[in-house]
């Protein structure tokens, strides 16, 4: 190109627009500001001088419909990635140096604005380019952000107006776009400091090559220092055909001029043509989430407890505008059948009402990278359109499995101790994994014979790729983040004694491992017999307990719920000889009756408030909990929640005969002494 020193008030110029720097050993620093200009005849530039080096240069480029194949491209060498204009350009009205915040007073649909930070940049040049480059979904991108008056982000509930600029290098259109910003997540919005965000364009838009809409997520993964835990599973769910995975791109985000890190950007859950695509009038999008449903963060109308396993639920679509208590029963109870025909182990009812296929997959993914939000629930949602099946998904949140050490939740990074754990245990049907307390909607289906071959039929499809296909996609990730945004994001936010390198080998050595755990654990899942659905149910009787807890004593109590065997076997018409502890079932029930959860560490056993209902940890006040002895229940209390002088609370031993469910109801009576010593 032809390059030619101008005068900065100089209207008419050709050559190349360019930041002269004084050289030395072999680096450029910036020692003054000489404009070179490639253009057109009729463009026209104008420089504005700044009396410091770091800051925004800000060009102003009025533009008509011309051919697309015109486009532009600005190298931005500190970056080693150029910006690509999706625009052609008739004229440049002027370049000039601003502060971030008087971006906003600039008209976006009169200029296309390019924001570029020149502290350490080589040169600025405009070039015409073709558009026929190879896309490259796996190379880092820059988002730059810039919200109304630089005003912070610090709420999960207004919106920030903000416009978003979207470098898409050589892959992707660039875009400049009116938006709003803010907070999302719950335990990753509230303890560290490196924050996940999500935007929401005025209008659709297609990004960096994912389909077109308004919502998108800014993952920040600060607890996982690989950045590829989420990625994986999603890669894995594309491999394994799971409906509507979400797919992602890595950026570097500036927010208001400040760098602020690596950040994943990918879809937001949520109802749509390029989203969860289900109908507009009779789709459903269900989350279960122990933090948004009735007893977490979401106390809206849009949440309830299932009526069948009493696990947190929330409703993401329909929306609110539309949720009507009466539409919201009603989901509850289309929910609630298929919740009793997992309960009563029938096969075939539940496969009329549940994609098989996407439930067998959506587990065992689960498991396999142990993501024991499965037990909470949290984070696992659900749709169905019209009359058409429950189906599975999406997938999301995983930066709490591949053995995270909850120990050090608040400030640690530490993952991958041991391949060996599980949520579910090495028969599903019976819980005897590390968490106990999932809720058996997840595992009653593994009482079934059908189930339990379909399961182990869909591990041994994938069983040879279950790593190595997504582990292929996440190395063409890493290779990206090594050419500069994973030492950036680093000198960001430094982990202690942690290195990308190092956390991303472990990563993969523990799947490695854990797949051929898994390839032992699914095979050896036992058989359930012959489990006859059950047709009939009969209550034989009541017993009550009483028991004394010392309130001061806590968790530690010196007593426990000690059931009359005899009585029990009696009442449900058992000999001794005849009884079979594989046969019974313990479960907590609601003061109404039905079924609730078991939220504890026992293999069966309840949390109960104080309305003497089951529900989680959080809300408890007392709870019991039954190990291997089936008739002496350990017990307990919060001494920092429970200040009732006592408590009746149920309990039901569950015996199948047959087809028939015989229940026999324990009323455990406790009174709670009060004593400071």
């Avoid at 416009?163 to 997540?185: D, M």
């Avoid at 608040?410 to 590390?434: C, I, L, W």
């Avoid at 898994?518 to 012959?530: A, C, F, Q, S, T």
């Avoid at 199948?656 to 400071?676: A, C, D, M, P």
Wanted: proline share 4%.
């Amino acid at each position: 190109m032809n390059r030619k020193d101008v005068d900065s008030n100089d209207s008419e110029c050709k050559g190349t627009c360019f930041l002269q720097k004084k050289q030395k050993n072999g680096h450029f620093r910036i020692q003054s500001l000489t404009i070179f200009v490639t253009l057109r005849p009729q463009y026209v530039l104008t420089m504005f001088n700044k009396r410091y080096l770091t800051f925004q240069i800000i060009a102003a480029l009025t533009f008509t419909g011309l051919s697309a194949q015109e486009w532009m491209r600005v190298h931005q060498q500190a970056f080693d990635t150029p910006w690509t204009l999706p625009v052609a350009i008739d004229s440049i009205e002027e370049m000039r140096v601003e502060e971030p915040q008087e971006l906003l007073d600039i008209e976006m649909h009169d200029a296309f604005v390019v924001p570029l930070g020149i502290g350490g940049l080589d040169s600025l040049s405009f070039e015409e380019i073709i558009e026929s480059e190879t896309k490259n979904k796996y190379q880092v991108f820059q988002l730059f952000i810039y919200t109304e008056n630089g005003q912070g982000i610090y709420s999960k509930d207004d919106y920030v107006p903000c416009y978003v600029g979207i470098n898409g290098g050589n892959s992707y259109s660039c875009r400049w776009q009116k938006a709003g910003i803010r907070g999302r997540g719950n335990s990753t919005w509230e303890w560290y400091d490196k924050k996940p965000y999500r935007i929401k364009f005025d209008t659709k838009q297609k990004v960096l090559g994912m389909s077109r809409a308004k919502s998108w997520v800014l993952l920040a993964n600060y607890r996982d220092v690989t950045d590829m835990m989420n990625t994986y599973v999603f890669e894995l769910g594309q491999m394994m055909g799971l409906p509507f995975t979400n797919h992602c791109r890595y950026v570097e985000v500036l927010l208001n001029g400040e760098y602020i890190g690596l950040y994943q950007l990918t879809e937001q859950v949520q109802q749509g043509s390029n989203r969860v695509d289900i109908s507009d009038d009779r789709g459903i999008l269900l989350s279960l989430d122990v933090d948004d449903g009735p007893q977490g963060g979401d106390r809206s109308e849009r949440s309830f407890w299932t009526k069948g396993y009493q696990m947190p639920a929330v409703v993401k679509y329909p929306d609110e505008e539309v949720l009507t208590p009466a539409l919201l029963d009603s989901i509850r109870e289309v929910f609630g059948q298929l919740e009793s025909a997992i309960k009563q182990k029938n096969y075939a009812a539940a496969s009329e009402l549940l994609d098989m296929e996407s439930f067998a997959r959506y587990v065992m993914i689960q498991e396999l990278v142990y993501n024991v939000e499965l037990s909470a629930p949290r984070s696992i949602y659900l749709h169905k359109d019209g009359d058409g099946k429950w189906v599975m998904g999406p997938l999301w949140d995983f930066d709490a499995g591949y053995d995270f050490d909850w120990a050090d939740m608040y400030h640690g990074h530490d993952y991958f101790a041991s391949y060996q754990e599980t949520v579910m245990g090495s028969n599903p049907v019976k819980r005897n994994g590390n968490y106990k307390d999932t809720p058996q909607f997840f595992t009653d289906l593994f009482g079934t014979q059908e189930f339990v071959d379909l399961y182990k039929e869909t591990w041994q499809q994938y069983a040879d790729s279950i790593v190595s296909r997504p582990w292929e996609e996440v190395i063409k990730y890493m290779n990206q983040f090594r050419q500069g945004a994973i030492t950036r994001e680093n000198q960001k936010w430094p982990i202690r004694n942690k290195s990308f390198g190092t956390e991303l080998n472990k990563m993969h050595e523990w799947l490695l491992n854990r797949a051929a755990f898994m390839d032992d654990l699914v095979r050896n899942i036992p058989d359930p017999g012959n489990v006859v659905p059950i047709d009939d149910e009969k209550l034989k009787g009541t017993i009550d307990v009483y028991t004394t807890m010392q309130w001061n004593k806590g968790y530690d109590q010196d007593v426990k719920v000690e059931v009359d065997r005899s009585k029990v076997l009696q009442l449900l018409g058992l000999a001794e000889a005849d009884f079979k502890k594989s046969s019974m079932t313990i479960v907590p029930l609601n003061s109404d009756g039905t079924e609730g959860p078991n939220n504890t560490n026992g293999t069966f056993g309840g949390w109960f408030d104080g309305d003497n209902n089951p529900r989680t940890w959080n809300g408890g006040h007392i709870y019991i909990e039954v190990f291997d002895d089936l008739f002496n229940w350990d017990c307990g209390l919060r001494n920092d929640t429970c200040y009732d002088d006592e408590h009746t609370v149920t309990m039901q031993y569950q015996y199948q005969v047959g087809t028939t469910l015989y229940k026999v109801n324990v009323r455990v009576h406790f009174t709670i002494e009060f004593s400071w010593w």
